[in-house]
């Protein structure tokens, strides 16, 4: 999908030589990442959208629950590092709000949809990031999401980096930096003591599996709940 850039504003502040984002800088940079690909037609984002966004039962790893509260001081604080502006659009009612990485770190489409995949649903093996960004952007092969982790892993400083693979399983998965360094200690730390077994990593795979399917449940719940009230 093509994406046209808008310029950085003039006064915008200098990016950070680092990352060190906390979740809630994560999943609202994120969204906007990833709204911008999948609903071009309404996006910049407002609040409202943002925070529906952020608390999606689906493609979210792990759940939350943002208040439009939350979601306006993280949009601030995010501001504040340069990686999210505010568009003001004649004849709006309400704020619209877009990101910045795309310009800030010079990021291709590839790039940005493998990083917001990254950053939405956690550390992932070259498929499921390729499966999981479809509909982003849709690569090829396996060869080019590899490609494109590459190019992420070799920015200054790094955005994505290839974790230790865990006891049991076959391919190696990759997470980003935006949370810096202590983040991926503590993911790596997790992998490693939570699984010691391939019996262990398919249990643990397993209780994933149905996390998952629980939480799509709800979902459908409420969208049917939804729909019927439309008819009532």
């Known amino acids: 999908m093509t994406e046209t850039p808008h310029p950085l504003p003039a006064d915008a502040p200098e990016a950070a030589p680092g990352f060190d984002l906390d979740e809630f800088e994560v999943r609202v940079l994120a969204v906007l990442i990833e709204k911008a690909f999948v609903t071009p037609d309404t996006y910049p984002l407002s609040v409202n959208a943002l925070v529906t966004g952020c608390n999606q039962l689906t493609g979210r790893e792990p759940v939350m629950s943002l208040s439009e509260a939350t979601v306006l001081a993280t949009l601030d604080r995010l501001a504040g590092r340069g990686l999210v502006s505010q568009r003001h659009q004649a004849g709006a009612r309400v704020s619209k709000w877009e990101h910045q990485v795309r310009l800030r770190h010079s990021l291709t489409p ?71 360094s202590a983040a991926l200690a503590l993911q790596t730390f997790e992998a490693g003591g939570d699984v010691t077994s391939p019996r262990g990593g398919r249990m643990a795979e397993l209780e994933e599996e149905v996390r998952r399917l629980r939480q799509q449940l709800e979902w459908l719940t409420s969208e049917f709940e939804a729909f019927r009230k439309e008819f009532q």
Not at 114 to 132: D, F, K, S, W, Y
């Open 110 to 180: 590839p790039m940005q949809a493998v990083l917001a995949i990254l950053m939405l649903r956690g550390p992932q093996t070259i498929g499921e990031i390729r499966a999981r960004c479809e509909r982003m952007h849709a690569f090829a092969t396996p060869t080019e999401v590899e490609e494109v982790l590459e190019r992420l892993t070799d920015k200054y400083p790094p955005m994505v980096v290839q974790l230790p693979k865990i006891p049991g399983t076959k391919e190696a998965r990759y997470t980003h930096l935006m949370s810096g």
